[in-house]
């Protein structure tokens, strides 16, 4: 079946080290890529997104993703995560449209597992 | 700054019950979505709406119907609840920017 696959889902570090989160999506074609947070307490909110173009992507708060088509793979990272990146984060992920989707007019997005991040001071 | 507003934060069902939850934006989005969030199991689409009066069942509509009678307005209904529907409950909603809002969350639990 076709999903968005996410592998870690619990990760600590400590405070300064790196981080990359894994997001591989099995659908071909064009698709659009996202990573949303969740902040302990509070809404799921947009990190980054892809849509096309540089297959690098920064994000909020010091996030980036990389899209690579070969491998289907739209990882997450950050080069020295702080404590208040603590949170739970999920890949997500606009399936190839179809000839029953009406453009522009229905969207679906497929949410992967999430990942909880424990960063420890 | 209120965009996409849940009506509950938390509800308490017992089995069998009709329960409704509401869901506003004030962002004249055409669409609007159902979502349930189960630890290990990600978010998992239940309807969307792309327009008034219209809907689409997503991936799990199973014991769950929806009401999309105004644009701004989306009300996700459990006909008879039960307990495999206790569950988090996220309203989101979305224009052509393909940018989901999601509202805060309802934690509804079914005795």
């Known amino acids: 079946a076709q999903s968005v696959s996410q592998h870690n889902h619990h990760v600590i570090l400590s405070e300064a080290a790196s981080l990359e989160l894994g997001c591989n999506y099995s659908y071909g074609g064009t698709v659009n890529l996202f990573w949303y947070v969740q902040y302990p307490g509070q809404h799921l909110q947009l990190l980054l997104k892809?849509?096309?173009?540089?297959?690098l992507v920064k994000g909020i708060k010091g996030f980036e993703a990389e899209f690579i088509k070969s491998k289907f793979s739209f990882n997450l990272r950050k080069p020295s995560v702080q404590w208040s990146d603590t949170a739970e984060y999920f890949c997500a992920v606009k399936p190839p449209q179809t000839t029953r989707t009406p453009m522009d007019s229905s969207y679906k997005l497929i949410f992967g597992s999430g990942t909880r991040l424990l960063v420890r001071p | 700054d209120v965009k996409v507003t849940q009506s509950s934060r938390y509800l308490v069902k017992r089995t069998g019950e009709k329960v409704f939850l509401e869901c506003v934006q004030d962002m004249d989005h055409e669409n609007m979505f159902w979502y349930r969030q189960d630890p290990g199991l990600g978010l998992r689409l239940i309807y969307f709406?792309?327009?008034?009066?219209?809907?689409e069942k997503g991936d799990i509509p199973e014991g769950y119907s929806v009401s999309r009678e105004k644009k701004e307005r989306f009300s996700l209904i459990l006909e008879s609840a039960s307990t495999n529907q206790t569950s988090m409950y996220l309203c989101?909603?979305?224009?052509?920017?393909?940018?989901?809002?999601f509202g805060a969350g309802t934690r509804l639990s079914v005795l």
């Open positions: 709406s792309y327009d008034v009066k219209m809907k």
């Open positions: 892809y849509f096309s173009g540089d297959p």
């Open positions: 989101a909603s979305s224009f052509r920017l393909k940018v989901l809002d």
